[in-house]
């Protein structure tokens, strides 16, 4: 079984910061596409950004030039750097990736349980 286990989450005001942080564990061959999608109050949820294996990068226009995603594949480990928040960010975010648990070809899709952000105006 694999674990995807977010941190890093709480209450800011706007323009302040936040890191999250999220680490897969368990019976991990490889890891493909890592990404952060956000659930917030009554809406559905959305792809915030997107990291590759090699690094290639994508982002929600929202967040565009406010948010970095990175990872840590010898950790296994993604991480979404948020700049200048605004209450609209206030959602649950949420750690996605696509892992091969073994030598085959087949990749399955792990989530993880989230992590609240509320940002304050």
């Known amino acids: 079984q694999v674990q995807l286990v977010e941190s890093g989450g709480g209450s800011v005001q706007a323009g302040g910061s936040l890191r999250l942080s999220c680490a897969a564990s368990g019976s991990i061959f490889s890891i493909n596409a890592m990404a952060w999608y956000r659930q917030g109050p009554g809406k559905q949820r959305e792809l915030v950004a997107i990291i590759t294996s090699s690094g290639s990068t994508n982002y929600a226009d929202s967040v565009k030039g406010r948010f970095t995603i990175s990872r840590d594949n010898a950790k296994n480990t993604v991480y979404l750097q948020m700049n200048s928040l605004k209450p609209e960010d206030t959602a649950v975010y949420y750690c996605?990736?696509?892992?091969?648990?073994?030598?085959?070809?087949?990749?399955?899709?792990?989530w993880g349980l989230g992590t609240q952000v509320t940002v304050s105006s």
């Open positions: 996605n990736a696509d892992v091969r648990r073994d030598v085959s070809r087949v990749v399955n899709t792990y």
